[in-house]
């Protein structure tokens, strides 16, 4: 594996986007998590999530790219969030 990049574990395990949308609605919140690396999961998925009941889940909810601007609001205002666990929102376009 010399001169190649090493992908992170989590980057191992891949599930199409419809696997991962269905993912959003699982009892388990570490499965709702794993439904967080759909970059385009649909707006009312991320409202979902943004207020689950698991701290875990609306963390991860967080560092969605396209977390809705109302749902992001409700996240800020969290009480469970401690800024040395969540992540900072990424609201800002990245100069190209």
């Not at 090493?6 to 570490?30: G, I, K, M, S």
């Given at each position: 594996?010399?001169?190649?990049?090493?992908?992170?574990?989590?980057?191992?395990?891949?599930?199409?986007?419809?696997?991962?949308?269905?993912?959003?609605?699982?009892?388990?919140?570490?499965?709702?998590?794993?439904?967080?690396?759909?970059?385009?999961?649909?707006?009312?998925?991320?409202?979902?999530?943004?207020?689950?009941?698991?701290?875990?889940?609306?963390?991860a909810a967080a560092g969605h790219p396209r977390v809705p601007v109302g749902a992001?609001?409700?996240?800020?205002?969290?009480?469970?969030?401690?800024?040395?666990?969540?992540?900072?929102?990424?609201?800002?376009?990245?100069?190209?």
């Open positions: 594996m010399q001169g190649q990049a090493r992908r992170p574990a989590r980057d191992l395990v891949t599930f199409p986007p419809e696997t991962l949308r269905r993912f959003a609605t699982d009892p388990d919140a570490w499965i709702r998590v794993l439904a967080l690396r759909d970059p385009e999961l649909p707006a009312e998925l991320l409202e979902r999530l943004a207020v689950d009941p698991e701290e875990s889940v609306r963390c992001l609001g409700r996240l800020l205002g969290d009480p469970a969030r401690e800024a040395s666990r969540w992540p900072r929102p990424r609201r800002c376009c990245r100069s190209r």
